[in-house]
């Protein structure tokens, strides 16, 4: 059963159309990927779904209902979590108040549950959990900004860009935290510009080019498609 349907959804700025007309499917308990280069649309397509930017037109269908036109916080209790690029972390609270502000619309029971669960995925951040969030590496930003998102309870969580400016062995912790909550039922849409890492991880794959969706379908298969191996993968034909 699909969890997100995405229909015909364009985003613009000004007289710019960053988005022509995607359509997107994430079924429940399923890891999808979005590739494509600097600038093809991909951050602009997850904060429309997240409700960061308006939709100019289309359809967010999530859980069964018509999210088009509600809020941010709405979208974000009725159980989408976006994890920015960039990592967005309240750089001057400490990471128990960053996990905090991510179970707003929780009670204080389940929060604490959840908080639990967090620092069972991410060790390092009971670790520094008095820590100014601004003092801490790159990495662990990248974990506190998915720590903060899960504290919401999320049943769909979209990553963007995850991997970005961080060395090999924070990737390479990040890439098992987000399998490691996948399998454990959270569906994710996951942007990545480390395409092979990307592929390697989901199920199904979005190529994106241009505001457009030019290519869907098996992530793996991907990996041996001539077009996905010359663009993205860096592999001459």
Do not use: H, W
């Not at 960061?52 to 859980?63: D, E, K, T």
């Not at 620092?119 to 990248?142: D, K, V, Y």
């Not at 506190?144 to 049943?155: D, N």
């Not at 942007?191 to 592929?199: K, T």
């Amino acid at each position: 059963m699909s969890l997100l349907e995405i229909n015909a959804l364009e985003v613009r700025y000004g007289g710019i159309q960053a988005v022509k007309g995607v359509d997107l499917v994430v079924d429940r308990g399923e890891l999808i990927c979005l590739i494509g280069a600097n600038g093809a649309g991909k951050s602009s397509t997850l904060r429309a779904i997240s409700g960061l930017v308006p939709a100019a037109r289309g359809g967010v269908r999530y859980a069964g209902r018509d999210l088009s036109r509600a809020r941010a916080f709405e979208r974000a209790r009725a159980g989408l979590a976006l994890v920015p690029e960039g990592r967005g972390v309240f750089a001057q609270l400490t990471v128990d108040e960053n996990l905090s502000m991510g179970a707003y619309s929780r009670r204080a029971a389940e929060a604490e549950q959840v908080r639990r669960r967090v620092f069972g995925l991410f060790p390092r951040l009971n670790e520094r959990r008095r820590q100014i969030a601004g003092t801490l590496s790159g990495g662990e930003q990248q974990m506190l900004a998915i720590g903060r998102a899960l504290m919401s309870g999320p049943e769909l969580l979209l990553l963007d860009e995850p991997s970005m400016g961080l060395a090999p062995l924070a990737v390479q912790r990040i890439f098992e935290v987000i399998r490691a909550i996948n399998a454990e039922g959270v569906s994710i849409l996951l942007v990545e510009q480390n395409a092979r890492v990307a592929l390697g991880l989901a199920s199904r794959a979005y190529v994106m080019e241009s505001g457009r969706i030019v290519l869907s379908g098996d992530a793996r298969a991907m990996l041996d498609n001539p077009r996905v191996k010359e663009a993205y993968l860096g592999e001459a034909l």
